[in-house]
């Protein structure tokens, strides 16, 4: 019977490790699912859909096989990077629309979502912060 801090120290890294994943996959399903609707007009617009999944793929991989984090960490802090890059992207999009600035209150509304990748920034952060729990599961 494992007592509440093994638990902690041993499983709940793992559970948490597996909840990261989920959500990135969910979060990869929704920009993979609006992007196509922007027929992918930039080729950076791939990203989104092919980053994110192999850090999700990796870091439930950590979750089962400390060995993995090794992977898992690489590809968090790129997915980290595109919640950070995306925003400018999206705010060129948004320029490039008709109006663009200029009508902005439509714009916001139509054009493509500045607070959406940041969602990646978070998830990947939550990532990074669990791989030494997963690491050293007996610290």
Known sequence: MLSGRDYVRTRLPRHVAGLIAF?????????????????????V???????PPLAAISIGAAALAP???????????????LGIAGPMFHAYGIHRNMGGWKNWSQMILQGPPLPAPPAFLGIAAAGLGILPLLENPHK
Request: proline share 7%; net charge positive.
């Open 23 to 43: 959500s990135l996959m969910g979060t990869v399903a929704e920009a993979g699912l609006l992007h196509f609707r922007g027929a992918f007009q930039n080729p």
């Open 45 to 51: 617009m791939y990203t989104p859909v092919t980053i």
């Open 67 to 81: 060995r993995a984090t090794a992977v898992a960490g690489p590809l968090l802090k790129a997915t980290a990077v």
